[in-house]
């Protein structure tokens, strides 16, 4: 395979890779991504799937949007579920408002579920955006509502994608882990600290997160980002690229 270089994309610009270039070779990964993630629990259905990251710009918003377009792309129900209630970013990457509904009004009871979600260009495809930034984040994920709203969109979806803050910056990742069927960790090569990776992984043991594996940005394996669970590994070229 060849290596996907910086210069075929446009830096500090979130995409959706697989959306506008379907035949480039990230999107080729991200394809790959989707099915080791669709077998890496044959005994047990995963529908609330969330990535979080050690540290912001690791990759986390841009590795969830367009495993989403992967996944809806099968034919699959899939929703992107913004919970990135500090500084949400999926509203960008699909270029819709994040005041039409979004999650923190539909928690705070200002819209309802139907009113909180909105569709995108992508068929299969919807997204709950953050909403309005609130003052009491942590506070809203570990609530009742949200709970239920867990509950309601593994009902409605097939598949839920969780874009959640990185784990040792605040608390709300780790309160959620525990409330999805599934956790992924995305790491940067060369920009993760070790000691923060290790941090990670003991909040999301003492939170009882069933984490599935790890994506690893710009490794120096060939130059791509891996994708580690269960002894899988997977490799794609995403290269250059630093995008939370």
Known sequence: ?????????????????????????ISEAFRMLRTNLMYTNVDREIKTLMFTSTAPQEGKSTVV??????????????????????????????????????LTKYLTGYCSLEEGIQETRVPNLHIMTSGPIPPNPAELIGSKSMERLLNLVKDKYELVLIDAPPAITVTDPIILAGKCDGVIVVVRAGYT????????????????????????????????YYYKGYNKYYRSYYRDYYDE
């Open 65 to 102: 949007s367009n495993l989403a377009v992967a996944l809806a792309q099968t034919g699959k129900s899939v929703l992107v579920l913004d919970c990135d209630l500090r500084k949400p970013v999926q509203h960008e990457i699909f270029e819709l408002s994040n005041n039409e509904g979004g």
């Open 193 to 224: 600290k070790q000691q923060a990776l290790i941090e990670t992984n003991e909040l999301l043991k003492k939170a009882e997160a069933p984490v599935l594996g790890t994506v690893l940005n710009d490794s120096s394996m060939g130059g791509g």
């Open 1 to 25: 395979m060849k290596k996907f270089f910086a210069k075929d994309m446009q830096p500090g610009k979130r995409k959706l890779y697989v959306m506008d270039h379907p035949k480039a070779y």
